[in-house]
């Protein structure tokens, strides 16, 4: 009896390293195993299947219960409204001075200031309306995939490989170094892949590979709340409109999107219905809604109150991935930056394609609306920004 | 090594049970149905659409992006 037991721990965890259960099992088998411990074991394995039966069975009763709602499709009951016409949308700046692939760009409250990222590790702040460059800092570290502009506009955050997220207080005088005054403030056990001011700038939230999310106090570098739940690397975030609450999105490698409450760091939605990573999470300008971007060449809309999807944009002729989204001002557009150079416009509510535009010569990276609506910033991996109008 | 096996169980049902109190505490949200949701969204964008400039375009002098001069720093 006591034999068989044995036999049936080291089956059971063979699949976790096949080399180190192996020979312990040996080393059971020679030396007495307590009965009691065998006995626990068998326990604690069966308890494992019971609660991942109970899991499959929840899981299935939530999509029972969301399809319950399912009476209808939006670009059904948006088939009443107006048509869009047509769109002339064309580069009207570009932003040369990056030495390798631009990853990441973030806006100024001013409309106007815009800072960026890229692989070679500079930080560059320009005058979107000029095309000057305003401040320049270089990374200790490559690949710098995050970058973001404080509401005050009296600072930016930015990280990437180097796993911080750091401020760097922007100075008026623009000979200072910037450098020298550098904050470290998030320190994550992997890649820093988004960052983002909360409403003023002593919060940054931040996500990386090392599949957490967490909230962090500027001044004094603290960890404040932790957000744990991704299966894989979180790959970027998004907060909610500061009138719906202190809620984010975040999308990852898992290929989930998860809602959370910043206060209590509790994941209260879950969304999974990407076929492959999430690049890109946006809210929809009322709160409600969010569109996520993934490497399956797909955009979709999820509805929060409805608790599901409620909208997919795809072609079949776009097969490379997306790689960032972002709403127009009144949410009725959806632009879509994708890896095969070209930004796709969508009508988000009908569902359907109402501009494709060409002009990067590499993949589109990163893509944010000014924050008045009056034009959008592509970044690309062809070193350049682009300003569309 | 005895107590490593009984850990690394420990631990997959902790995590377990976490992924079945998270999937109960999911199952109670009250939820709307998907047409109520979409006339909200639908609401919501007609309300705005008109202040919308890369839809209702503002007048070039207005657009700063679409305004035909270009500026010049004096050095």
Same mark, same amino acid.
């Given at each position: 009896?006591?034999?068989?037991? +044995?036999?049936?721990?080291?089956?059971?965890?063979?699949?976790?390293?096949?080399?180190?259960?192996?020979?312990?099992?040996?080393?059971?088998?020679?030396?007495?195993?307590?009965?009691?411990?065998?006995?626990?074991?068998?326990? @604690?394995?069966?308890? @494992?299947?019971?609660?991942?039966?109970?899991?499959?069975?929840?899981?299935?009763?939530?999509?029972?219960?969301?399809?319950?709602?399912? =009476?209808?499709?939006?670009?059904?009951?948006? +088939?009443?409204? +107006?048509?869009?016409?047509?769109? &002339?949308?064309?580069?009207?700046?570009?932003?040369?001075?990056?030495?390798?692939?631009?990853?990441?760009? $973030?806006?100024?409250?001013?409309?106007?200031?815009?800072?960026?990222?890229?692989?070679?590790?500079?930080?560059?702040?320009?005058?979107?309306?000029?095309?000057?460059?305003?401040?320049?800092?270089?990374?200790?570290?490559?690949? *710098?995939?995050?970058?973001?502009?404080?509401?005050?506009?009296?600072?930016?955050?930015?990280?990437?490989?180097?796993?911080?997220?750091?401020?760097?207080? @922007?100075?008026?005088?623009?000979?200072?170094?910037?450098?020298?005054?550098?904050?470290?403030?998030?320190?994550?056990?992997?890649?820093?892949?988004?960052?983002?001011?909360?409403?003023?700038?002593?919060?940054?939230?931040?996500?990386?590979?090392?599949?957490?999310?967490?909230?962090? $106090? *500027?001044?004094?570098?603290? @960890?404040?709340?932790?957000?744990?739940?991704?299966?894989?690397?979180?790959?970027?975030?998004?907060?909610?409109?500061?009138?719906?609450?202190?809620?984010?999105?975040?999308?990852?490698?898992?290929?989930?999107?998860?809602?959370?409450?910043?206060?209590?760091?509790?994941?209260?939605?879950?969304?999974?219905?990407?076929?492959?990573?999430?690049?890109?999470?946006?809210?929809?300008?009322?709160?409600?809604?969010?569109?996520?971007?993934? =490497?399956?060449?797909?955009?979709?809309?999820? $509805?929060?109150?409805?608790?599901?999807?409620?909208?997919?944009?795809?072609? +079949?002729?776009?097969?490379?991935? *997306?790689?960032?989204?972002?709403?127009?001002?009144?949410?009725?557009?959806?632009?879509?930056?994708?890896? =095969?150079?070209? &930004?796709?416009?969508? $009508?988000?509510?009908?569902?359907?394609?109402?501009? &494709?535009?060409?002009?990067?010569?590499?993949?589109?990276?990163?893509?944010?609306?000014?924050?008045?609506?009056?034009?959008?910033?592509?970044?690309?991996?062809?070193?350049?920004?682009?300003?569309?109008? | 090594?005895?107590?490593?096996?009984?850990?690394?169980?420990?631990?997959?049902?902790?995590?377990? %049970?976490?992924?079945?109190?998270?999937?109960?505490?999911?199952?109670?949200?009250? %939820?709307?149905?998907?047409?109520?949701?979409?006339?909200?969204?639908?609401?919501?964008?007609?309300?705005?659409? %008109?202040?919308?400039?890369?839809?209702?375009?503002?007048?070039?002098?207005?657009?700063?992006? %679409?305004?035909?001069?270009?500026?010049?720093?004096?050095?």
């Amino acid at each position: 009896q006591k034999v068989l037991v +044995e036999l049936k721990i080291t089956f059971s965890q063979c699949s976790k390293n096949e080399r180190n259960y192996k020979t312990t099992s040996r080393k059971y088998m020679r030396s007495p195993l307590s009965p009691e411990m065998a006995t626990q074991e068998v326990q @604690l394995n069966e308890t @494992l299947a019971h609660l991942k039966t109970e899991s499959e069975n929840l899981k299935s009763k939530l999509e029972e219960e969301r399809a319950k709602l399912h =009476d209808v499709e939006l670009h059904q009951v948006a +088939e009443k409204v +107006e048509g869009l016409g047509q769109f &002339i949308m064309k580069t009207r700046r570009t932003l040369k001075g990056h030495g390798n692939k631009v990853l990441c760009m $973030d806006w100024c409250k001013d409309k106007r200031r815009i800072v960026s990222s890229s692989q070679d590790g500079k930080v560059i702040v320009w005058d979107a309306f000029t095309t000057n460059k305003e401040h320049a800092v270089t990374m200790p570290c490559t690949w *710098v995939m995050a970058c973001a502009y404080a509401p005050s506009g009296c600072a930016v955050a930015c990280g990437g490989l180097d796993n911080k997220c750091s401020v760097y207080p @922007l100075s008026l005088d623009k000979n200072e170094n910037l450098a020298a005054k550098k904050k470290s403030v998030a320190m994550h056990t992997n890649y820093l892949s988004a960052c983002s001011f909360t409403n003023s700038d002593m919060q940054i939230l931040t996500s990386s590979g090392d599949g957490t999310c967490a909230l962090w $106090d *500027v001044e004094s570098g603290q @960890l404040l709340q932790s957000f744990h739940g991704h299966a894989a690397d979180v790959l970027c975030l998004d907060l909610a409109p500061s009138e719906t609450g202190n809620t984010f999105v975040s999308g990852g490698c898992d290929k989930k999107a998860n809602v959370w409450d910043m206060r209590s760091g509790q994941c209260i939605q879950s969304f999974e219905t990407h076929e492959s990573d999430i690049n890109s999470v946006r809210y929809y300008p009322s709160g409600d809604a969010f569109a996520s971007g993934s =490497d399956d060449a797909t955009c979709r809309l999820y $509805d929060l109150r409805a608790d599901r999807e409620v909208a997919i944009y795809s072609k +079949e002729s776009i097969i490379f991935g *997306v790689s960032s989204v972002d709403f127009s001002l009144s949410g009725r557009l959806l632009f879509g930056g994708y890896n =095969d150079y070209t &930004i796709n416009v969508w $009508d988000v509510l009908k569902g359907t394609r109402v501009s &494709i535009l060409f002009g990067h010569e590499n993949r589109v990276s990163t893509l944010r609306v000014s924050p008045d609506g009056t034009a959008f910033c592509t970044g690309s991996w062809d070193h350049t920004l682009r300003i569309w109008a | 090594m005895k107590d490593g096996i009984a850990n690394n169980s420990t631990a997959s049902i902790s995590q377990a %049970r976490k992924a079945v109190e998270q999937l109960k505490m999911e199952a109670c949200m009250d %939820r709307i149905k998907v047409s109520k949701a979409a006339s909200d969204l639908m609401a919501y964008c007609d309300a705005h659409i %008109r202040e919308d400039p890369l839809i209702v375009p503002v007048p070039a002098s207005e657009n700063p992006f %679409r305004e035909k001069k270009f500026f010049c720093t004096i050095l």
